[in-house]
């Protein structure tokens, strides 16, 4: 039963395939793109939602529910953001047999029906600041080619937005939704480099956008995440102004920023391999399945023992999970739950039970450690810790050994028909130079390093001008 | 600051008013009947959600996310299903400026793209019973007016959706959906009648429904929760099939049932009053609201104190919030913390402090409770089921209170020209006598009682034939 596709050579049709029979997601559905989360994955997404909620409700957010639809005249109002999502919005023009008399759009994102409320809400200094967090569902229409969960027409997501008296808080907020996010991403074992976007890959209608590029196994990055500070954009835009203590009027500033179901894409291609998913600790559905060992006759008394170690971790807080069933060789149950992505599997069989202990499997490497029932909570506490910390390991060591550095066009090549990952080079600022990379080797400047000046150290690596950032390249999912 | 409209005299604008000021709901948007849930509101959604989420694990229900998206020739295969909705459903027809080959249909509802799902899923009754839930938006674009919470374009709901081997598993079904739904609506403190809706108003496809009619104080019912047995209609047009221990096939018994955002119009309507709202402890997005009461050169250790009594109780699980602005009088705040259906306030003052208490403050009969610090937590937590106890009863006093008798239509109308209410009277069956009592008097066939065959009393109330059954008549949101 181990997967047919080799994760290292033919990592797009592994992806398929370990998407498809670990039960993370069902795609025979009848609009393309638009999938089936099933529990394995859902319970993925439920429980970052439960990480992430916590602590956006700690840091003075508050969850709202917002409308999907937003009419074309709310959506252009900030020009750059219509220009940048109209072509992916998707319209509601009939209900029933009637025609609308104007067009719906299904939200892309909810700046544009947030700020025309923000507009409402806001008077004084006192409003601010405003917390606002959705979890919700999105629409992005890609005419591409989807692929599921990395491109999908219909998406799960949360979005925090929050408008602010000053730019520095602006700032400071952009700081905050950082920690939080690299919180979540250690809890996922997931590796990645923090990049300040260029002009041109900005989230339309931002000052700035910083966001999260995890190095997937085919040397392609992924984007987990973003934060973006909006400064007066917007709040120009959707007239959210508010009075300061002086009695002047001013705009607000704002920052917005999200993660979404794709992030689930990220975490099967980190941590899974040739026998299947698996899945961080923190965020399993099921973190410890319980195999019975059966021997004829020991039956009942195996029965007995399962369901009483399922209810001592059940008690303990632990999302454990016993498959009882005798149709199923044990085996077999190896195997499946391999598959599933299950970190950490409990046999018990008739000897076990005589020496009162229980064996415990690691999905990541096999280890089988034989544990006294007393000190069953704390063992399985400290394997999942365990797990979850040799899969940071090798995740922050994959990062690291996807960078290089490159000097030349011919040296970029060269990496990239080796190895792609993520390139370290020389950029003169000019978008066509990003042009001819993307075009010539499907690579994209993805940013400069946040918070840190880097000094070129070539000339830029198209054009051979005069270089003025040290830029990361490499090819996005 | 108490409202201005009468909850008696002048309920509908007292609801207007209420849902509005105690901050549930902003409406100002740009589509109608799709509005913003505002964090009061969202948390009463929230904890809803955390209620039933967990019911609904224990009983073996497993989350997924289905494709909003619904081609219309899948709407479409179950007749009766599409003839009910077909009216009301969105349709996208382009994407960006391109016409999309066929349109898609938002899900008013989603058995069409479950069941198709189902079919794949389905092959064995061991793949049985298949036990369904999803927590998502939906859209049923009713053309008539719309109305805050009660018929609302865009609304949240939760849909269970089971597949079964037997027609007796499904019916035991419905009897757990409906153990469920009643020990949430006992959280809620909601009374309501269990009918069993005529042919007529059944869902669009299903064999038979049974809905929960809560009786609002202006002596019209609004429909809280349903639970529908399908039967093999929707399996039969679906193609959901199963092999049977003998070998042989069978369509597969399904049942679904739902409960939605409009519960939180019923919450509001039966607790609030002229003062504003009055939210149910269990669901409260805040249960305690904190209020330091401020004299002068006291401030600081009248704060200290309160945030010490807030970290006791946050600690002790309780939603507790503490109000320290000092820009507004405690009156003030007294005031909007009842506006907005904090259920219990709690005020601490110099002399408090001194005295080693607290005083607390029920929001639904203003009784003031001095509690020694030390039995705090014990205190809050027994006066919080109090308040919801009080609630409770006083909700199926008005249930009690509402149920009349009548045997003509000369008593009915005198009824409803009186106090409307829920109305036990004798039906022939015809339909056409529901549609005289629809057109006459505004009033529906809700249904019969379920699992209780009444005798009727008297004959048709409208054509006076014979009786077949004791309905019950209500004016209906």
Not at 312 to 322: E, S
Not at 342 to 354: A, Q, Y
Not at 381 to 396: F, G, N, P
Not at 437 to 442: A, G, I, P, T
Request: charged share 30%.
């Amino acid at each position: 039963m181990p997967l047919e596709h080799d994760k290292k050579t033919e990592f797009a049709e592994w992806y398929s395939e370990v998407v498809k029979k670990a039960e993370i997601v069902d795609n025979r559905t009848p609009v393309k793109g638009a999938n089936v989360l099933l529990p394995n994955g859902y319970g993925i997404w439920e429980n970052i939602q439960k990480i992430l909620d916590r602590e956006l409700k700690a840091t003075g957010h508050n969850n709202y529910y917002f409308p999907m639809f937003i009419p074309e005249e709310l959506l252009n109002q900030e020009a750059e953001h219509f220009s940048g999502f109209a072509p992916e919005v998707a319209w509601i023009t009939h209900v029933g047999n009637r025609k609308l008399e104007r067009k719906v759009g299904l939200r892309p994102t909810s700046e544009a029906i947030m700020y025309s409320m923000f507009s409402l809400w806001i008077r004084a200094h006192t409003d601010l600041p405003l917390k606002v967090n959705q979890w919700c569902n999105i629409v992005r229409w890609d005419t591409k080619e989807t692929k599921v969960l990395l491109r999908d027409r219909e998406f799960l997501w949360h979005e925090g937005h929050t408008a602010h008296a000053t730019y520095e808080e602006a700032e400071e907020q952009v700081k905050e939704s950082m920690r939080i996010y690299e919180k979540l991403f250690d809890d996922l074992a997931l590796s990645y480099i923090i990049l300040k976007r260029p002009k041109h890959d900005t989230f339309p209608g931002a000052d700035y956008s910083v966001a999260y590029d995890a190095p997937l196994p085919d040397g392609r990055v992924l984007q987990i995440g973003t934060t973006h500070n909006l400064g007066q954009n917007f709040s120009k835009a959707f007239d959210v102004k508010f009075q300061k203590p002086d009695g002047d009027h001013d705009y607000v500033y704002q920052t917005s920023y999200g993660i979404s179901t794709r992030i689930i894409a990220a975490i099967l291609s980190f941590h899974g391999d040739n026998k299947g998913a698996l899945i961080p600790p923190k965020v399993a559905l099921t973190q410890v399945i319980i195999i019975p060992i059966y021997f004829k006759n020991k039956h009942e008394i195996v029965k007995e023992a399962a369901n009483k170690v399922l209810e001592t971790l059940k008690n303990a807080g632990i999302r454990a999970r016993a498959d009882l069933r005798d149709n199923y060789t044990s085996g077999w149950k190896f195997n499946q739950y391999e598959l599933l992505g299950v970190p950490l599997r409990l046999e018990i069989g008739p000897r076990d039970i005589e020496k009162n202990q229980v064996v415990l499997v690691r999905r990541d490497n096999g280890e089988k450690i034989t544990v006294p029932q007393d000190q069953l909570v704390k063992k399985v506490k400290d394997t999942l810790d365990a797990i979850e910390e040799t899969l940071r390991q090798k995740a922050w060591k994959r990062l690291e050994e996807s960078i290089s550095e490159a000097k030349t066009f011919e040296e970029i090549e060269k990496i990239y028909n080796e190895k792609r990952g993520i390139i370290r080079t020389n950029w003169c600022g000019n978008p066509e130079c990003a042009d001819v990379l993307k075009e010539k080797l499907s690579v994209e400047i993805r940013g400069t390093k946040l918070n840190e000046e880097e000094e070129p150290f070539h000339s830029c690596v198209v054009c051979g001008k005069e270089a003025k950032q040290v830029v990361y390249v490499a090819s996005a999912y």
